[in-house]
């Protein structure tokens, strides 16, 4: 993980993995209850928090993995007094009717912890197939990619490679490698994205096992 290397750009990638958990930050932040302008600024404190007091450095690396760390410092931060104080002046004990505002709409059956779990899957997700668009263009391959977006995270049934390959007019064989390989690559990316968090193999197979759970897609 390189925001725990001893190296000249160790504050730098630790910055940029925490802009990456923002997402999942807010989510949990406002599924505990605390509205819209609170919430951005307890999210902001917490984060300016933990890079200034350099937190990440205290998590033994036996513990595992940064994002269930994390959850746990953001969890202590957040029942401070003075967080909570700080929230309550700002409105903090208005219950929120939705997250939408946030891209982590959540329901009265999911608990604060399934919000920051599943918003942190869906935000990796969606860098890995950034990167894998980005790949696509550069190799010319924009409108493929763009038709075929769909069926990469989950397999699709026969009849929608009929119709994907029919609108493309490609082979059914010829679309079915395609996806295959796009597949492959997203799954690399994602490893990528989730290997900057963890510090063994074992740690990321739990992770990529975690994501699955979160955005509800089964094993292949």
Known sequence: ??????????RAALEALCRSYRPPVLAYVRSRGYPPEAA????????????????????ERARGRFRAYLLTMLKRYLSSSEIEAHARKRGGDVRI?????????????????????RVWAITVLAHALARLREEATAAGKRELFEAL????????????????????????????VAVHRLRARLRELIEDELAETTTAPNELDEELREMRSALGIEAA
């Open 149 to 176: 977006r769909e069926f990469l995270v989950e397999r699709p049934d026969e009849a929608d490679y009929a119709r994907a390959a029919e609108r493309l007019n490609l082979r059914r064989n010829t679309l079915a």
């Open 1 to 10: 993980m390189k925001a725990r290397e001893d190296a000249p750009d160790a």
């Open 40 to 59: 951005e600024d307890l999210v902001q404190g917490f984060f300016e928090r933990f890079l200034d007091h350099a937190w990440h450095a205290t998590a």
């Open 97 to 117: 009717e939705s997250l939408e505002e946030t891209h982590a709409a959540g329901n009265d059956e999911e608990t604060p912890e399934r919000t920051f779990e």
